[in-house]
């Protein structure tokens, strides 16, 4: 479980096709101290576990599952990817709560800036539509975020500037790709509807 804070930017330094994925390796300095085999770690939002650590660099076995329902199978050497820590009990939840589970995988459809703010409007199908609520909670490559605006497909985020500086995000541009967990509370409760009978729910289908 996360908090959908990212504690620091790594690279990738490493990625080696192997029977069933592929092995990941990820360089950032002082990141790993501390950090055992076997420990979880968020990679763009995507629960990884820890193979080794070798000084600056782990490495973590990726599944081709995983590869194909997120963008961690367009990666590349070079690529900055967002990182987090599992939490711990006692750990301040400043965010929301993350699995590191993704739904789907969105595309930034446009960027709007303004004095006041930066909106990012994001396109995403399929049942991840449902569990978009304006003034919900979304993570987007990992990162917390509250959903400003729904609008058929879209949804909005409105960013600071620390989120840009501190994340993946502030290197992104119109037409990229984002990994995208909608609020395990809405989920819950969607999936709750569905099961009494809450197909009416989906997009497109009659009222």
């Known amino acids: 479980m996360f908090s959908g804070i990212v504690d620091q930017v790594g690279e990738v330094v490493a990625l080696k096709e192997v029977p069933g994925g592929c092995t990941l390796g990820i360089r950032a300095p002082g990141y790993w101290r501390g950090i055992d085999h076997g420990a979880s770690i968020a990679i ?5 576990t820890v193979t080794r650590v070798a000084d600056d660099d782990a490495m973590f076995d990726v599944v081709a599952e995983t590869l194909r329902r997120s963008t961690l199978g367009r990666l590349r050497t070079g690529h900055r990817v967002n990182l987090q820590k599992s939490l711990k009990a006692g750990d301040s939840i400043d965010g929301h709560f993350v ?3 993704v739904d789907a995988i969105g595309r930034i459809a446009r960027v709007e800036e303004s004095p006041a703010e930066s909106k990012w409007w994001y396109e995403v199908d399929g049942a991840a539509r449902c569990c978009m609520i304006p003034k ?3 993570a987007v490559d990992g990162i917390s975020l509250t959903i400003a605006d729904v609008s058929g497909p879209l949804f909005s985020t409105a960013l600071i500037p620390t989120t840009l500086a501190r994340t993946t995000l502030g290197s992104k541009r119109e037409g990229d790709h984002v990994n995208i967990e909608t609020d395990i509370i809405a ?3 969607l999936h709750h509807l ?3 009978g809450g197909d009416l729910l989906r997009p497109g289908t009659a009222r």
């Open 44 to 48: 763009d939002g995507v629960c990884l």
């Open 99 to 101: 699995q590191g589970h």
């Open 136 to 138: 919900g909670s979304v």
């Open 187 to 189: 989920r819950v409760v």
């Open 194 to 196: 569905e099961a009494l």
